[in-house]
Nanobody, 123 residues
Framework: QVPLVESGGGSVQAGNSLRLSCVVS??????VAWFREAVEEEREAVAI????????YGDSVKGRFTISRDTARKNTVYLQLNDLKPEDTAKYYC??????????????????WGQGTQVTVSP
């Protein structure tokens, strides 16, 4: 069983929106995070939501992206991407694990990765 399964990527024009989903199963965790990796760029943390509901965002997406958890299906986390820009083009990954300190986790903190979903934004 794959612990993290993303969906919802696609190709859109700048200014439009997308919603990514991540379904978590079969693991123990206290956060779900979204990362993205553009071509020839390092993987960067985009947003995180803890099981308490606490959220944090990367500076480049604050005010445009929103991370949330499905109120009915607690194992499903969404990333709403609004006002998309060409520089948001990347492969987006769902990630999860367990950390003690509430922070915007970095790649080295991650225990579980999803397979990724591509987001492409044209001008």
């Amino acid at each position: 069983q794959v612990p993290l399964v993303e969906s919802g990527g696609g190709s859109v024009q700048a200014g439009n929106s997308l919603r990514l989903s991540c379904v978590v199963s079969g693991i123990t965790y206290n956060y779900v995070a979204w990362f993205r990796e553009a071509v020839e760029e390092e993987r960067e943390a985009v947003a995180i939501i803890y099981t308490s509901g606490f959220t944090l965002y990367g500076d480049s997406v604050k005010g445009r992206f929103t991370i949330s958890r499905d109120t009915a299906r607690k194992n499903t986390v969404y990333l709403q991407l609004n006002d998309l820009k060409p520089e948001d083009t990347a492969k987006y990954y769902c990630a999860s694990g367990f950390v003690v300190d509430r922070k915007l986790v970095q790649s080295q903190d991650i225990r579980y990765w999803g397979q990724g979903t591509q987001v492409t934004v044209s001008p």
